[in-house]
């Protein structure tokens, strides 16, 4: 793939992944993004995971022809990215490895070696220039790591913006970019939203007119829609109008209830409502339309003086992402003690701007007239 006459694709794509990031489930496998920038000065953008060190390398000599790379720029250390490091250093050994102080320290932790003999060590706002192509360094930091750098080619316009921006799915994999890059985007980003509106601040000062991720995509047409996306989700604002039911069942009258009550919001005109069996579903994908809706409902059994366990994992995977900004109502049900809603209310408790529906819904065993009235109360609630 050539992204302009001087800057080339080297990536992978896997299929052989199971879990990314050992947590993952990546249906359409996933990429791992690296790129030639050709010039006097030749740069690699970042290796690939550990698998694919061989084709990578292929990559790198089929668009450089015999000549050898003179950088490879290292902007993110966690291993889908930096794996293929030491591969690198090998196959040229007069290439140069750019980081910051940071990327170096990492580098010594994974590999037992920092390469000190062949290091360029740079500083937020340094530039590297390649002969024509100017490369600006755009530090961003906890977006997702610590030592998370981006470049900035002010020559090319191309923003090479590490995994921001970033989506699940292999290239060779059509599917709409939106929904696989906010699933990845709050499970792996979303807790660092202060960060994310940090480069963003960052980015609104440069002209681009590319964005080259580290996962996905390139990115070149229409880059406000990008931009925009990303601007709701690190500022925890509401992408879509509707709301979304999570719910965990044990023998179906929790289930029961919350299909009643989605029933009961389509009926008075909720433009949207997402259900999901928190026990079945991908739970990422659960995390993505907490995130997405401003409305959130969790039905839940009391289980073991606590709540059932996947509910318990998904409201943690909320809150320690900054889940914040949202209405949420609650359907418990319980057969001699039900407290699921004042223990979830809890779990909420040192979350920012949370505002609990006045109606919660209490089913005992099974849904009969006061629930179901209750249901009711909760639906026009959520509606109004
Ligand atoms: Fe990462
Ligand atoms: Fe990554």
Redesign the pocket.
Known sequence: MVIRDDIFYVGVNDHQLDLF?GLYDVPNGMA?NSYVIKDEKTAVMDSVDRNFGDEWIANIKAVLGGSAPDFLIVQ?M?P??SANIGRFAEEFPDAKIVGNAKTFTMMKRFFGTDFADRQVVVKDGETLSLGSHELKFVFAPMVHWPEVMMTYDSTAKVFFS??AF?KFGALDVEEDWACEARRYYFG?VGKYGAQVQALLKKAAALDIQTICP??GPVLSENLDYYLNLYNTWSGYGVESEGLFIAYTSVYGNTKKAAELLKEKLEEKGCPKVAIADLAREDMAESVEDAFRYGKLVLATTTYNADIFPFMREFINDLTERGYQNRTIGIIENGTWAPMAAKIIKAKFEKSKNITFTETTVTVNSALDAASEAQIEALAEELTN
């Open positions: 990031e791992y993110h966690e889908d990215h590490a995994d970033g792996i580290l996962h």
